[in-house]
Each structure stands twice: as structure tokens, then as C-alpha cells.
């Protein structure tokens, strides 16, 4: 089993940049694929970033491709995004997600964290 927790998030301004933290617990979690997914009102869940569980490999939505900045920690459980560059169509929940295999499908992954809100003000 995989717990997550994410951190991070609040208010900024569009321009601004956030740094989100994901912090797992559990003995397999560098045997784990690390994503992060984003959830706006009426909107589905939307794939954003995710690492490999070496961290050796990664890739990225279109949508905050060269503004995000997906990455892990091993050594402290955590695995981060980056985001430089915010506009408003950043806005939504975020959330860390955990799969054995590294993919930008959502319903793959086994385990999810509770989500940290993230609201860009143009």
C-alpha cells in the first residue's frame, strides 16, 4: 500500500510560480511510477506530469510542457511539480498519483492523494 499527501497550493497571481509537494508513505514507493493529474470544475481529470520511479524518465502534458517541472526524491519519499509561468487555466485541484507503470491514464493508478488546490487571478 501507498499513502500520498499533497502540499503546496494556494492563491497566486498569473506570471507567478508554485511549487507542489507530494510526500508517500509506504515500502514500495521507488518501485513506483509518480504522476501528477488536475481536476477543474465541470471539467474531467486531466493528465499534467509524470516521473518515472527512478526519476530517469518523464513526460509531460502539451498544455505546461516547458512551464512545469515534474521531479522526485527518493531519499525523502516526495516527488514535486514545479510550476513556473502560471495562468488561469492552471486553476483546479491537483493531485499526486502512484502506478507500477509509468502512463498518462488516470484510471491506471492504484493510489491517489486528497488533492491541493491551486488558483491562478489573472
Known amino acids: 500500500q501507498v499513502q500520498l499527501v499533497e502540499s503546496g497550493g494556494g492563491l497566486v497571481q498569473a506570471g507567478d510560480s508554485l511549487r507542489l509537494s507530494c510526500a508517500a508513505s509506504g515500502r514500495t514507493f521507488t518501485n513506483y511510477a509518480m504522476a501528477w493529474f488536475r481536476q477543474s470544475p465541470g471539467k474531467e481529470r486531466e493528465f499534467v506530469a509524470v516521473v518515472s520511479g527512478t526519476g530517469s524518465g518523464t513526460r509531460y502534458a502539451d498544455s505546461v510542457k516547458g512551464r512545469f517541472t515534474i521531479s522526485r526524491d527518493n531519499a525523502k519519499n516526495t516527488v514535486y511539480l514545479q510550476m513556473n509561468s502560471l495562468n488561469p487555466e492552471d486553476t483546479a485541484v491537483y493531485y499526486c498519483?502512484?502506478?507500477?507503470?509509468?502512463?498518462?491514464?488516470?484510471?491506471?493508478?492504484?493510489?491517489w492523494g486528497q488533492g491541493t488546490q491551486v488558483t491562478v487571478s489573472s
Open positions: 498519483a502512484a502506478n507500477r507503470f509509468m502512463t498518462t491514464t488516470g484510471r491506471t493508478y492504484d493510489y
